[in-house]
């Protein structure tokens, strides 16, 4: 009798938990999942052609090397509807062949989000990281529609080229947050663009950048690229909750 009351005591506890984490979490728990680790050899899903305004793409060794040449190449994922969600990517600047001084460099990798619209006729956040011989940092900008992007916040940030750095971008309503290596650097809030897509970016002169392991979390995604399993959304929950 006394183990037949502890496993019942058991599971009622087990169904409390169940209830409690369906309520406290369920936009979480029910987000989609979007990933791709570029290993698949193609960039099915992903505009490629929009905004390539100077310099080239390709997967190499299963990993996205962008490289921008007096430009900007942006790759863009997502629907003009995405809302809230978390953008992850492992990202580095790598040294390259032009490299032959310290003046004058021009180096910068980012993460787009809310992108709405089309270029040039679009509106988005830009949030680069910033590897110039003069200043070396993270900022956020929002770009209206056919305009210069507006500043928004810096910070000062030490990149070191051929390093591996986890980005991450997590957007919920009006609140934006930036973090490196899962150490938030930027938190901004800002109304302008209420939903979008996602980029990731190189740009300025002679910019290398590899990209790997990119994925996006959220209500609005479907899980198109990589389904998870109930036990991977529960793990993910967790984790996401973390940061709130």
């Known amino acids: 009798m006394r ?15 169940l ?28 505009d490629t052609t929009s905004m390539v305004t100077g310099g080239t793409w390709k997967l190499e060794n299963g990993e996205l090397v962008i490289t921008s040449k007096n430009g900007v190449v942006t790759l863009f994922i997502g629907e003009d509807n995405w809302k809230d969600y978390t953008v992850s990517v492992k990202a580095k600047i790598v040294t390259n062949h032009v490299r032959a001084s310290a003046t004058g460099i021009l180096e910068g990798i980012g993460v787009i989000i809310r992108d709405f ?16 011989s003069d200043y070396k940092g993270m900022a956020a900008y929002y770009t209206p529609s056919g305009i210069t992007g507006m500043w928004i916040a810096d910070k000062p940030f030490q990149l070191d080229l051929d390093k591996w750095y986890d980005i991450k971008a997590i957007v919920e309503g009006n609140q934006f947050r930036f973090s490196i290596n899962d150490e938030f650097i930027i938190e901004f809030n ?23 392991d990119f994925s996006v979390i959220g209500n609005d995604i479907p899980d198109t690229v990589t389904s998870v399993s109930q036990k991977d959304k529960l793990a993910i929950a967790w984790g996401m909750a973390k940061y709130r």
Request: glycine share 8%; charged share 15%; hydrophobic share 45%.
């Open 3 to 17: 183990y037949e009351s502890m496993i019942l005591r058991v599971k009622q506890n087990l169904a409390m938990i």
């Open 19 to 46: 209830v409690l984490v369906t309520v406290m979490f369920p936009a979480i728990l029910w987000a989609g999942t979007l990933r791709d680790d570029f290993n698949d050899g193609n960039m099915d899903g992903w």
């Open 117 to 132: 619209g089309n270029y040039p006729q679009h509106e988005c956040y830009l949030l680069p990281i910033l590897n110039f």
């Open 190 to 212: 800002h109304s302008a663009v209420p939903k979008g897509k996602i980029g990731i970016s190189a740009f300025y002169t002679d910019t290398t950048a590899h990209f790997d």
